[in-house]
């Protein structure tokens, strides 16, 4: 074992331990390489832990018509998801609580023919179902609710007992790093505060938005990378209604909002708040933002009481490959130059296929049978970010 100082050498390197480092250091552990990965923060501080949770299957890009070409893949998502969770896929998720088995799509009012052909399509008939009178969710059941309620069929899990399943199997394969150091003259070494240094035949950067910086160390332009930033909303209070997990459908197929419900520190019903509100509201102040986001969840759901509820926002931003247009990708992005393979998901649901296409480049690297292992630190888990006290201000 190597002491604090020293040098190891190892057949795969990760950057990043967000939801894809940490998948893809279990596949490639499971495959007999040397894989050992690298966190600056805490696991799971970036974009994973401010995460729905959605185990998307594709409905979203469905609802725009997307659902094309390489965007399928997301579809054999929840199938793939569904079996890791039973303890019987790839990586043994048995461990993580699944938040809901599915989700519901409604739409305040009737639907425009464009949608309600999109239901009655031979693809979402197999995975959507009308729900009806008593087989709605207690939410929709108020008599003041005139709209259409669906019960969609993907998962919705808890980011932090993610990470803690997909950590747990390589604790000592994953290690705390302050700044590190990468160079273009050797891209895939890595030199770390007390003369620790790594030695990799191929070196992954799973870094999320870090991945911008380590590829400038590495003094390249590209592959470039976008933010697209979110103000999300966070409310809680005793009597907010439990277990909720759904997308309204706004007038232009997008989801009007995005409602994910969790619990705080002290047990409290958290609802989390995406869709369009966090990406359009993005400029605005945090009062303006939990204003207009108030305003819609009491035109949605009129015969909900939110005086007594607490409120705040959440800055984050997704880190993808960047677009032309600065649209959203619809796929992972993995890139492999000189040693080094930049990788993006895209989307949490997606990280077992980011795994496929890295371990797919990884094809002509032998695993070495090296064992070198260093005593360096460990890395701590992040907290849920409404289950820190001080994110409530
Ligand atoms: C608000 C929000 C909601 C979302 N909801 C969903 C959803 O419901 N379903 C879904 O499928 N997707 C969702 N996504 C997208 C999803 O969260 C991301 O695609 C996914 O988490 C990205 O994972 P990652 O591992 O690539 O990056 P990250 O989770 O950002 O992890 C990167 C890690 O790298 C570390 N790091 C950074 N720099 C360095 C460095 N120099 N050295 C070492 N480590 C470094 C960071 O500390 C971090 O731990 C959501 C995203 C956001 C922002």
């Given at each position: 074992m190597a002491e604090a100082g020293q040098k190891i050498c190892v057949d795969v390197a990760i950057c990043g331990g967000g939801v894809a480092g940490l998948w893809l250091l279990n596949r490639l552990r499971q495959s007999g390489y040397h894989a050992i990965l690298l966190e600056?923060?805490?696991?799971?501080?970036?974009q994973t832990r401010y995460a729905q949770g959605i185990i998307h299957g594709g409905t979203k890009y469905a609802l725009t018509g997307k659902l094309t070409g390489s965007s399928e893949a997301i579809v054999e998502m929840p199938a793939r998801w569904r079996a890791c969770l039973e303890g019987k896929g790839e990586l043994d998720l048995s461990s993580v609580k699944l938040m809901s088995d599915h989700q519901y799509l409604w739409s305040t009012t009737s639907l425009t023919s464009r949608l309600a052909g999109f239901f009655a399509s031979r693809l979402m008939r197999s995975r959507t179902q009308a729900l009806e009178g008593e087989g709605r969710p207690e939410l929709f059941r108020s008599p003041q609710f005139k709209g259409q309620v669906y019960r969609l069929d993907e998962p919705v899990l808890d980011t932090a007992l993610l990470i803690a399943a997909l950590a747990a199997p390589c604790r000592d394969f994953i290690f705390a790093t302050d700044a590190l150091r990468l160079s273009p003259e050797h891209p895939t070494r890595i030199e770390m505060s007390g003369g620790r240094v790594i030695e990799a035949q191929r070196l992954v950067l799973c870094?999320?938005?870090g991945n911008e910086a380590l590829l400038q160390q590495l003094g390249r332009t590209t592959p470039a990378m976008q933010r697209r930033p979110l103000q999300m909303v966070m409310l809680r209070g005793n009597g907010l209604p439990t277990g909720v997990y759904a997308h309204c459908l706004g007038a232009n197929a997008l989801p009007r909002i995005t409602i994910t419900s969790h619990f705080d520190a002290a047990g409290r019903t958290v609802w989390y708040i995406g869709g369009q509100p966090a990406e359009e509201g993005v400029g605005r102040s945090r009062e303006a933002q939990i204003s207009a986001v108030r305003e819609e969840l009491t035109a949605l759901?009129?015969?909900?009481?939110?005086?007594a509820c607490e409120w705040d926002t959440l800055h984050i931003d997704r880190a993808e490959p960047k677009m032309a247009d600065g649209s959203r990708p619809d796929d992972v992005f993995v890139e492999g130059r000189e040693g080094v393979l930049t990788a993006w998901?895209?989307?949490?649901?997606?990280a077992p296929r980011l795994a496929d296409e890295v371990a797919r480049l990884l094809r002509g690297v032998l695993p070495s049978g090296s064992a070198d292992i260093a005593a360096w630190p460990h890395p701590q888990m992040a907290p849920l970010p409404w289950q820190e006290e001080e994110k409530w201000h």
């Open positions: 600056s923060d805490r696991l799971g501080a970036g870094a999320g938005a759901f009129p015969w909900l009481d939110f005086s998901p895209t989307k949490l649901a997606l």
